[in-house]
């Protein structure tokens, strides 16, 4: 239910980082996103209308997503659960507190488009799909 | 807007007036210099992880489409993107806003508590409560938030302690800038007590610190004990964990040991308080709490016994700390 916030907040963070570059027109947000956040796809809802009238207006969003592990104080290595919300070691059933990767909430990079001074935001994403990527580790 | 919620920024008023946030620079916004040449250009890029989707990543753009005349100084189009390594938190913003609010808290000796529930589950009654037990102890001040009505800072006013009340307007949750200036507007003593009362909501607050010392989840006996597991990301935030309106427990289905241990699978170090601020079983212990965790703030004063060290929850503290650091 945050997404519009946490989307405005990596537009804007995006938008800064572009204005380093002769405000360019950002063609591209990478952005690494936990499980445990509950957010990734539903951030494509809102992605794109906080971006309109901005620097990010069309860019593509593309979003890692990371999954859960947790270090298991007992075996002093890090596992995954086997749930989301079963934060138990999965070999020796020990209560693991410490999130090792899943909370994850970052900007990765963007995507500059060639020239500095873009005419018009990129048209016609109708019929794609998102972009959705998830990494293991 | 939010496709999901509707839930929008840049409406939060504080005691009815707008936030300074309506005065802050807008978003930067892209040029738009009429087109001056046609052509069409191709996109490369890498990056290293695996993908679900066999999908092309073709860049979006229709082939053709316009450019605007190159400025002088400026590097000549080369038909390639600029790719810009960031690797930075998402809500950092937030997060430097939550720090500046945590450094004014331990300058002043402050224990800033974040209570977060769903609407109904007895925040204010429990602040209410909290204030009438401590208040001839311990200097208290509170920030309420909620989307719409000044009623909460008034039932907290009628106390005899200071309120702020900020109203999100759309917005479902209180984040730290709106904090940051609603701490100007609010008369605070060094040692004091800050109570602030979240929008009533179980998902959103957990995700934005706001400086606080922790954040106290209440889950009253008359909702469901499967909300832990429900809404787990907000009882994993929180350090200590209210039940409220026990009185009612003979009256309801309410299976308070299965609540626990849902509470236990998503937050293992979770300390559980039951109380009822209409009987007032359990108060003593969360005011004992409270007052525990007050000394420990202030002995963090110059001057304060054993100055700069927490009594107790030190490796609680470690972890959100690691939790945020892994957010940056």
């Given at each position: 239910m945050h997404e519009l916030s946490i989307a405005t907040s990596l537009v804007e963070l995006a938008c800064d980082h572009a204005r380093q570059h002769e405000g360019r027109r950002v063609t591209k947000v990478m952005i690494r996103i936990g499980v445990?956040?509950?957010v990734a796809r539903s951030l494509y809802f809102c992605f794109d209308n906080v971006a309109?009238?901005?620097?990010?207006?069309g860019a593509v969003l593309e979003i890692e997503e990371v999954g859960l592990t947790v270090e298991c104080p007992a075996c002093r290595a890090v596992k995954a659960p086997s749930?989301?919300?079963?934060?138990?070691?999965?070999?020796?059933g020990v209560p693991t507190p410490q999130v090792v990767t899943g909370r994850e909430l970052q900007l990765v990079s963007i995507a500059l488009a060639p020239d500095a001074a873009s005419d018009r935001p990129a048209l016609g994403r109708a019929g794609d799909e998102p972009i959705y990527a998830r990494s293991t580790s | 807007m939010c496709g999901i919620c509707g839930c929008d920024a840049g409406e939060a008023r504080i005691d009815g007036n707008p936030s300074p946030e309506a005065a802050h620079p807008p978003l930067i916004r892209s040029r738009t210099t009429p087109a001056s040449h046609d052509h069409g250009h191709g996109h490369g890029h890498g990056h290293g992880h695996d993908h679900i989707h066999g999908h092309s990543h073709d860049h979006h753009h229709r082939d053709g489409h316009g450019h605007a005349l190159q400025s002088p100084g400026i590097v000549p189009d080369t038909g390639r993107e600029h790719l810009v390594a960031i690797e930075r938190g998402i809500l950092s913003k937030n997060d430097g806003f939550a720090a500046a609010n945590r450094a004014r808290f331990a300058e002043q000796g402050m224990l800033a508590l974040n209570f977060v529930s769903s609407p109904g589950a007895g925040k204010t009654s429990l602040l209410v409560a909290t204030i009438e037990g401590l208040k001839k102890e311990l200097p208290i001040a509170v920030i309420e938030g909620d989307q719409e009505t000044e009623n909460d800072a008034e039932r907290i006013r009628a106390t005899g302690v200071p309120a702020v009340q900020i109203n999100t307007g759309r917005g479902c949750h209180l984040d730290a800038h709106m904090v940051g200036h609603a701490l100007d507007s609010l008369p605070v003593e060094r040692g004091s007590l800050l109570l602030i009362e979240n929008v009533?909501?179980?998902?959103?607050?957990?995700?934005?610190?706001?400086?606080?010392?922790h954040k106290v989840a209440i889950l009253s006996v008359?909702?469901?004990?499967d909300k832990p597991i429900k809404y787990p990301d907000m009882f994993a935030a929180a350090r200590v964990l209210v039940i409220s309106k026990i009185d009612l427990l003979p009256y309801l289905r309410f299976d308070l040991e299965r609540a626990l241990d849902y509470a236990r699978r998503v937050n293992p170090t979770i300390e559980v308080v039951r109380l009822s601020t209409e009987t007032g079983e359990g108060m003593p212990a969360w005011l004992e709490m409270l007052r525990r965790q007050a000394r420990a703030a202030r002995a963090?004063?110059?001057?304060?016994?054993?100055?700069?060290?927490?009594?107790?929850?030190d490796g609680l503290a470690a972890m959100d700390h690691r939790r945020r650091a892994a957010a940056i």
């Open positions: 445990l956040q509950h309109r009238g901005t620097a990010c207006e749930g989301l919300y079963n934060f138990r070691c999965p070999d020796c | 009533g909501n179980l998902v959103c607050p957990a995700s934005f610190d706001l400086g606080e010392a008359t909702e469901g004990e963090g004063l110059p001057g304060g016994a054993g100055a700069g060290r927490e009594e107790r929850g």
